[in-house]
């Protein structure tokens, strides 16, 4: 019997050489083309290959490092507690506070407090944050007060002598993305130096609270404007990169400046990606800023905190956004992100319920409580195709970054139209996929509830509430100046559509007519049905006719507005011109591009759909031919 302590598990099989997988790979390909079929060309601008080995991380120069130890690639920390965060709208500081220990009690640990336009006293802010254990919970202020807030807040640590290691504030002043980006100009100044001014002055006031941080870097906004993953990271740094600068400016030091700085960024639900995201993005800031040789850590150690896309978010079947915030959420907390905010399902069309805030916690919950996400740092570490993705995220958005940077950094290239243009093509790019569905938002351009119909919560106002608005809620509207970025969702097209036909008066419906090959008529008459009800249109599917007099005969019977003749290719060139004579009056619809489409052009059937059309002016089209 072998020595079991010996004995190697996989001993007995040989050894695969990727020379011998990729043969039998193109074999199994039968004279396709490798490339096209295999290999997926990212949005990002890189390709990634249909697997990899450990040969591909030859010449990948982080792979050593630990977890906690630069360049940060594996996180900051030797552990991987990141907190539930949950933001509380504040319209009062008494109601603010009781929604804040609220959320405590139900598992939140850090609370984000949105004032908007509300300006606090000193007074106000003891009953904000009366009853809540500073030591043991992280709180962050958002709003168009927040230098004001700021020195309250500083003001009430000193004054009881709170432990400067126990307070953890950050407070969201960002003019640069929140103003200059969203709004097109700062506001406080024409160049902004006097927002730096107030930060670095607010920075040497709260010396001695080392946790406190006032500069909240917006990132997530090039997200929620249609940006790629890459263009996220690299205006991100650059924008965190040009506070660095402009502080120093004002006479701190890289060891003031940085660690007074927290990082908001987008995950949205390209899973592998985002986890490979923040890993890069932590490596790339601690390499920025290695660069002015700090002599603390800290200032190398990137601080994220990661919200769930508003970008994915649809109005129409919205409960798929719990499980697009629960892909989110994996992908962050695998990644090592310091906090994070599962957005509630219903945050894209009202006031987030109670309901919905508490599924919102508890998908953290049970990442944390139930999976023991946060019992493993960089669970995805030696992964061949994460350390990969990480790679290249790095390669493309350094460079990206380093453009930013010989246009003389985020403001001057924002200014000079370059950051919008950059954004505006991957939107397009993205927005182009949506509509022809080479990018899938399940329940609005990709298997639609054929039955739902929009409440009447929902608006025409409700369905663009994604544009500008500034990260603590309050108007958004462009200042002047330059050209601000949009905020949108990715859905909002189709929804605005379909928010027309639910609200004409009308009841447009699509009939199938089935006929011939049955397996061709049943899969064409689904793809059509579900390609219709993405307008909101009611379709009425049938099994099948034996002949076309019977199925028009039923399809007149209806009173459908729309019929889509389902059958085989062949078919088509005998069965539609039978078909369309005998609807006259009707909008006649060919399921498929058959081979005969010319013909059946000549014979004046003009409408077909098929998986190449661009589904959303389709629809539009066929939406004002109803006359609605």
Known sequence: MANNKEEKLFSGFPEVTTEQWEAVITADLKGADYDKKLVWKTPEGFNVRPYYRAEHLDGIRFLESRPGQFPYVRGTKEC????????????SAAEGNKAALEALTKGAESIGFALGELKLTAADLDTLLKGIDLKNTELTFCGCEMP???????????????????????????????????????????????????????????APYKRMRFVGVN???????????????????????????????QGLTVDQAAPAIRFGMSVSSNYFMEIAKFRAARMLWASIMQQYKPTRGCAAKMRIHAVTSKWNQTVYDPYVNMLRGTTEAMSAAIAGVHSLEVLPFDAAFESPTEFSARIARNVQLLLKHESHFNRIVDAAGGSYYIENLTQSIAEHAWNLFKQVEEKGGYIAAFEAGFIQEQVEAAAAAKNKNIATRREALLGTNQFPNFTEVAGQEIT???????????????????????????????????????????????????????????AMARARAQFACNFFACAGIRVQDNTHFASVEEGVKAALASGAEIVVICSSDDEYATLAPEARKLLEGKIFVVAGAPACQAELEAQGITNFISVRSNVLETLKGYVKELGI
């Open 219 to 249: 990132g997530q906004v090039f997200n929620n404007c249609g940006s790629t993953i890459v263009q996220e990271l690299a205006f991100t740094l650059a924008a965190g990169h040009e506070y660095v600068v402009r502080l120093m400016e």
């Open 148 to 206: 004001a807030v700021a020195g309250l807040v500083i003001a009430k640590a000193k004054a009881e002598k709170l432990d400067p290691e126990e307070v953890k504030v950050n407070f969201i002043i960002d003019p640069i993305i929140r103003k200059l980006t969203l709004k097109g100009a700062f506001g406080c100044s024409p160049d902004g130096s006097a927002c730096f001014a107030r930060i670095a002055d607010l920075i040497r006031e709260s």
């Open 460 to 518: 025409a106002a409700t369905v663009t509430a994604g544009q500008p608005k500034c990260a603590c809620g309050c108007d958004g509207a462009a200042e002047g100046g330059v050209k601000p970025l949009t905020p949108y969702r990715g859905a909002m097209e189709f929804e605005q559509l379909r928010l027309k036909v639910d609200r004409s008066g009308k009841e447009p419906k699509a009939f199938m007519l089935t006929l011939g090959n049955l």
């Open 80 to 91: 991987n507690n990141w907190l539930i965060h949950q933001t509380i709208e504040v319209r």
